[in-house]
Structures are given as structure tokens and as C-alpha cells.
């Protein structure tokens, strides 16, 4: 079967970050800056500074459980933590942060207890990506300068892209195919295309630490 290449030149970074200077009513001097992002299901110190921070507040965690892992009372604390200061008040861990202590949140903490930290909040810079197309499908490969895993959003009509707001990872209407682990090299196969059809493609880039650079969506056709 003939392959067709296509690069798809256009990448946008859309991950970002803000340093919130929030105000904190609790004794800030007595906690210790969290140093890392955390989801629920984490264990450790950085948890047990996460609850007592939230434990000040009883409208945030009334249960005010320290115990060093981060289960549902604790993801339920952080939801309200980031309603009442603005960052987010809808969705999910995976969608756009929602329950999730990531960069925003991580900021906000940090600088209402008068802590820094340096966590990883740039996004993964991306070559360019290069489509190789026969009549049924289509394989995606690109490179990346840190670990990261890949994911390609694919549709026979124009795909929606929304890059979200400050620290809110962007969505993409569509199918989605993603590398099952991290790396610098990605390739990332679609199967099961209708043959000389154009298709529309993003392909996203995301770190471990939840940083997400995309690229704008492009097209390829398929093969005879």
C-alpha cells in the first residue's frame, strides 16, 4: 500500500501556570510548602502538610483527618479549597485538574503558607509531527524533549479544540489513541480508516507532571 507523509507544523503550548498569591487565615508558619503535585490515591508527608493545611479551614475539611493519604475526604477538601479560591468548581482529576492538587492549586497552597517549591511547570516541547498514512490508517511520530506520553485526537469531521483557561488542560473533541508509557520518541497508530478520506488530527504531549503541550489540529487523508 502507498504511504502519504504529512507534517503537521503548528504546536501551541497550552499548559500553563499561575502563581496565585491567596490569603490563608490559619497559622501559616507552623506547615510545611508542598513540594510536589498530588492525586488522590498519593501517601506521604506532602499529604499530611496538604490536610492540615485544609484542616484550618472547617468549611473546606471539616472531617479534619490527617493521616498522610490522600483518599476521598481529602479530594472532596481540595474540591472546595479550589471553589472557594476560583481556580476550578467543576469536572473531574482528568479533565481539568478538579480534586487534583496540580500547578494552580499547588501555588495557591504554597504561597498562602509562604512556601516555594520547584516543581516542573513547563510543558514538553514538541518536534514536528509527521503523519504516514495507508488506505486504513495512519501512525504518528514525533519527539519531545522531556518524558512524555503521547496522544492522538482523530476525526472524519473538524475536530473542536479548546485550550481551557490558565492551568486547565485544553480538550479535544474526537477519538483518542495514547502511548501506553513516557518517552522522547512517540508513535502513536490509528487503525480501522476509511481509504482516501481526510481526517483531521491533534496529537497532545503530557509530562508527569500533568504539563500538556498540542498541536493544532491539521488533516491527512488516507490511501486508495
Known amino acids: 500500500m502507498k504511504k502519504n507523509t504529512v507534517s503537521l507544523a503548528w504546536s501551541v503550548p497550552v499548559a500553563a501556570f499561575l502563581a496565585a498569591g491567596l490569603l ?3 497559622n501559616a508558619s507552623a506547615l510545611t510548602a508542598i513540594t510536589t503535585y498530588l492525586d488522590f490515591g498519593a501517601r506521604g508527608a506532602n499529604v499530611t502538610s496538604l490536610q492540615q493545611f485544609l484542616a484550618a479551614d472547617v468549611s473546606v475539611y ?3 483527618l490527617v493521616t498522610g493519604y490522600f483518599g476521598s475526604l481529602t479530594r472532596a477538601a481540595v474540591q472546595r479549597y479550589q471553589c472557594k479560591q476560583g481556580i476550578v468548581c467543576g469536572g473531574s482529576a482528568a479533565t481539568n485538574g ?8 499547588l501555588a495557591a497552597i504554597n504561597a498562602s503558607i509562604g512556601g516555594t517549591v520547584s516543581a516542573d511547570v513547563s510543558a514538553p516541547a514538541m518536534g514536528p509531527v509527521v503523519a504516514a498514512t495507508t488506505s486504513a490508517s495512519a501512525t504518528f511520530t514525533w519527539t519531545t524533549n522531556e518524558a512524555a506520553r503521547g496522544t492522538i485526537y482523530y476525526s472524519a469531521s473538524p475536530l473542536a479544540l479548546l485550550e481551557g483557561s490558565v492551568g486547565v488542560n485544553p480538550t479535544v473533541t474526537g477519538q483518542t489513541a495514547t502511548e501506553a508509557g513516557f518517552g522522547f520518541t512517540h508513535s502513536v497508530s490509528v487503525t480501522g480508516l476509511t481509504a482516501n478520506t481526510i481526517y483531521y488530527f491533534a496529537s497532545k504531549s503530557e509530562d508527569a507532571s500533568g504539563n500538556v503541550q498540542l498541536t493544532w489540529p491539521s488533516t491527512v487523508r488516507t490511501g486508495q
Open 62 to 64: 471539616p472531617e479534619g
Open 98 to 105: 478538579y480534586g487534583r492538587v496540580g500547578p494552580r492549586t
Open 24 to 26: 490563608w487565615v490559619g
